[in-house]
């Protein structure tokens, strides 16, 4: 039974966990200052590095995008994963056995390292294919890819490979691996006959099929020879790693493309994906054997952060009966989310293959290009059924896209396509369409239909409309309250010397905690700051406490869920950025100095306070008083200068 991974095991995996190690897995860190490293940010295009590391306190940021977070938050965003998995992958790579709540037990060990074996299985027989790509024998394969318009570039930047001829090429090969034959059994790359197990593919062009990890987990296969009695396309069967209703391919090398441009491009083919990838189309993927289904609009929402607040699918389609039959399948499926779904259908019949191979890269874009919403498309293919020259087709052909109009979720947009259905159609009443799609929606809601209810953000009948999300400000900038209980803070000016000395004493505090030890931490936490961004931050980590200030990755990690939520990438700007020292005891004096030029602010403002009230008071009146500041100016001037003596 699944359940919540304990908070100490989570904290335990941060901990234990090197950043630096896992994000070199992504980006090409170079050093950049002592205990810092820099790269080429991997969430936005970019010239300079300005992502940041930072392995002492367990965190990244990017000076250009503000993406920031923890070891766990990177392999999130990577990766595409919940936090669950991210953790769980995590603790699998340091070999932490995690704890669940609630009696909840997790992924099975004995089941983690039978998967293991099985993607290790797949790396294996990758690297073979890949390969015999380069042997004599796949000459056939070679020319197959040339005729199509790839290069031997292409070939390699896909992991395009070849299944030699013999019936046991690869088998031969795992088993020298040490794989047995019962794991082989388990991986769907062979069949079984009288004689036991032998090579699936056989005498075939391979294309990898791989997840959203880029670990490899199936294969598709092309029939390269006349004498070959198979299928034209022969893919992986369903396995424990391999699930068609749960695989895109090509989604290892778009989705990062997806996630940025916010656009998914489904396709119907591997040489499809290859010919739109090389085109520029590069958030292109394509289903496996079957059709674009919940399993996969899943990882579509999963890559277009599909919350309402925009993204786009495009479906293309041949412009036959089939290609027109499949995206009305996609019509049913646009109902479960919420991005803006297109049909792009080439009237000719080729593919994004056929039309890169004949016309160019530009005929691809301008296939995509000339998408049109997929509502309109179901609707007019519906109407093309009728003769809507005659009143009788009219009449049918609206009693046909009555329905389908209906189907339509947003209600704003179902209204907005009654009125196109009334030009379509050449109807003088404009309202007669409205009437029939409505009554056509309150019957379905009666019958119980499914696709009938709002759409996510829509406003439910007799209730609020869920709200719109709120807009980011700048990098630890409120963007505005959206209610009178969040506060507002504000950058300073830069060239403010007190904001630039509270700003670099609150990088010390978060980067270098051991230094407030002992009565350190009374002086750091009875200090003031003037800017409100900078004084909420010191807040927060007053509230954390003395006892993390040993643990780096925790203190800083405590301090970001204390601090409020405008303020969390100030708090991962100052936990990165780079102090300026180069040696560990230049470091050391740098932060002493900087702490102490904080407590000496500190003490004049105080000192100017009590001077203050000295001026104010009547010595004769109340000499006890007088007494008493002056003597406590004088301890604060002394301690002022043993505060100097030190730094």
């Known amino acids: 039974m699944a359940g919540l991974i304990k908070r100490e095991d989570i904290d335990e995996v941060r901990q234990r966990t090197d950043i630096k190690e896992v994000v070199d897995g992504y980006v090409t860190l170079k050093g950049a200052g002592l205990g810092t490293f820099k790269g080429l940010c991997p969430f936005h295009d970019e010239r300079s590095p300005s992502f940041t590391v930072r392995p002492q306190v367990g965190r990244y940021h990017c000076f250009g995008c ?21 953790v769980e992958k995590l603790a699998s790579r340091i070999g932490y056995e995690l704890r669940y709540e609630d009696g909840g037990t997790g992924p ?15 790396k294996i027989a990758d690297e073979f ?11 056939e394969a070679r020319n197959f890819l040339f005729g199509r318009g790839f290069d031997r570039a292409a070939a390699e930047h896909f992991g395009c490979g070849y299944a030699p001829q013999g019936w046991d090429g690869l088998l031969k090969h795992l088993r020298g691996r040490g794989f047995t034959d019962a794991e082989l059994k388990l991986t769907g790359m062979f069949s079984e006959g009288n004689r036991g197990i032998y090579d699936r593919f056989r005498g075939r062009l391979i294309w990898p099929i791989k997840d959203m990890a880029g670990d490899t987990i199936g294969f598709g296969a092309r029939r390269l020879y006349e004498d070959d009695q198979g299928p034209k396309y022969l893919n992986t069967p369903e396995t424990t790693l391999y699930k068609k209703s749960q695989v895109l391919y090509g989604i290892d090398l778009a989705k990062r493309s997806i996630a940025k441009d916010r656009q998914l491009v489904v396709v119907e083919g591997y040489t499809d994906v290859m010919a739109c990838h090389l085109a520029g189309i590069t958030t292109a993927v394509a289903t496996c054997g079957t059709a674009f289904g919940t399993e996969h609009i899943k990882i579509a929402r999963r890559l277009l952060s599909d919350d309402g607040t925009g993204g786009e699918v495009v479906f293309t389609f041949d412009g036959d009966a089939a290609g027109q039959k499949a995206a009305l399948r996609a019509f049913e499926e646009d109902q479960r989310f919420t991005a803006q779904t297109y049909v792009a259908v ?17 005929a691809v874009h ?46 704003s947009t179902r209204t907005g396509y009654c009125q196109a259905l009334t ?36 406003q439910q009948p007799n209730g609020p409309a869920r709200p719109a999300p709120a807009q980011p400000g700048g990098p630890g900038v409120a963007a505005g309250p959206s209610s009178g209980v969040v506060p507002s803070f504000h950058r300073p000016d830069p060239r403010d010397p007190v904001a630039s000395m509270e700003r670099q004493a609150l990088e010390v505090a978060l980067q270098q905690p051991s230094l407030l030890a002992g009565g350190v931490w009374d002086r750091f936490a009875a200090a003031r700051f003037a800017i409100p961004a900078f004084q909420a ?97 004088m301890m604060l001037e002394m301690e002022r200068r043993a505060l100097r003596a030190e730094s």
């Open 66 to 86: 503000g993406e920031d977070g923890d070891v766990i938050a990177f392999v999130q965003k990577q990766d595409h994963s919940s936090f669950q998995e991210a």
């Open 108 to 122: 099975n060990r004995e089941e983690v390292g039978r998967r293991q074996r099985l993607l290790d299985a797949h």
């Open 129 to 139: 294919f890949r390969a015999q790509m380069l042997t004599p024998g796949a000459a």
């Open 346 to 362: 080439e009237p000719t019949g080729a593919d994004p293959c056929d039309l890169r191979l004949s016309r160019g890269d530009e």
């Open 366 to 411: 301008a296939l995509i290009q000339s998408r049109r919403p997929l509502f309109e498309f179901a609707i007019r293919s519906t109407l093309k059924q009728f003769n809507l020259d005659t009143v009788e087709g009219r009449v049918q052909g609206l009693k046909a896209s009555v329905p389908v109009v209906a189907a339509i979720r947003d209600a």
């Open 423 to 458: 030009g379509w159609l050449g109807m003088p009443d404009p309202n007669e369409v409205l009437r029939l799609v409505t009554a056509e929606v309150k019957n379905a809601a009666k019958r119980g239909e499914p696709g009938r209810s709002p759409a996510p953000g829509q």
């Open 537 to 633: 931050v010191h807040d927060a980590m007053r509230a954390t406490g003395p006892g993390l200030t040993v643990d780096p990755v925790g203190w800083v990690e405590h301090v970001m869920n204390e601090v409020p939520e405008p303020l969390r990438p100030l708090v991962s700007e100052l936990a990165v950025v780079p102090l300026p020292a180069h040696t560990e005891e230049a470091v050391l004096k740098y932060c002493r100095d900087i702490l102490s030029r904080l407590f000496e602010l500190q003490i004049t403002r105080v000192k100017a306070d009590k001077m203050g009230q000295l001026q104010r008071l009547d010595a004769a009146a109340d000499p006890e008083t007088y007494q008493r500041l002056n003597r406590e100016l």
